[in-house]
């Protein structure tokens, strides 16, 4: 009976302590994951840009592959990735060099090397209504982006996204000198998969002002079509 009793105090002192014992916190979910980086990582994107030359459009279309081909450790810690962009004019061509970017991602922010140039694409933890300067790592002039959607799903090219964040790079909508309006779409676990760029700039003389008459710009669109690893 003396051992019962022992027994029985020694179940209750553990059910006590277990109730007491704070649940320990799983892993924080900051969003890195919509900035994925891996070697051998690869996306192709339709493209479509409209090029205006001194009020003269001319329509493009093409074929865009960016794929992560290696990594190193940079100065500041962290694992930069290299990666090469390739471009076709269709899918029966072959895939010709263009140029190599890198990107970056901790804790804190994401950022994309274009050529010379870094841009900040995203800061953690992601959440509607946050805003950034895009500039912060060039010497550009400030430019506020805003994490406008979370988590919402999206259609691109017949692929469904069902997690995805919509960060505004621009949305100047001044239509007598210059138009501009900028936005990326960013998938979990996969990236990039939307970008769309409006830059115009209208004819700005006495008899023409007002009219949106486009001298000189860009409208561009980047659609994913296809994302993996090779």
């Not at 970017?101 to 050529?115: I, R, T, V």
């Amino acid at each position: 009976m003396r051992h019962f009793l022992r027994y029985l105090v020694g179940m209750m002192v553990v059910m006590v302590v277990s109730c007491d014992s704070p649940e320990q916190p799983g892993p924080v979910d900051i969003g890195q994951d919509y900035f994925p980086l891996q070697k051998g990582l690869y996306q192709v994107f339709d493209v479509s840009e409209i090029q205006y030359v001194l009020g003269v459009p001319e329509t493009i279309q093409y074929q865009l592959k960016t794929h992560v081909i290696d990594s190193f450790l940079s100065l500041e810690g962290d694992y930069r990735y290299v990666i090469h962009r390739s471009r076709r004019n269709s899918a029966l061509d072959s895939w010709d060099y263009v140029d190599t970017w890198s990107a970056q991602a901790n804790n804190h922010e994401a950022l994309m090397n274009e050529g010379n140039t870094s841009f900040l694409k995203l800061v953690f933890p992601v959440a509607q209504g946050t805003e950034w300067n895009g500039n912060k790592y060039n010497t550009g002039e400030e430019d506020d982006y805003l994490l406008d959607q979370v988590k919402t799903p999206i259609t691109v090219n017949q692929l469904t996204f069902n997690d995805c964040i919509t960060v505004l790079q621009e949305d100047e909508l001044d239509l007598i000198v210059f138009f501009d309006q900028r936005k990326e779409i960013y998938a979990r676990d996969v990236g990039l998969v939307y970008k769309e760029l409006t830059q115009l700039s209208f004819c700005d003389d006495i008899d023409c002002l007002g009219d949106q008459q486009v001298e000189t710009g860009l409208i561009y669109k980047q659609t994913i079509i296809a994302y993996g690893l090779e």
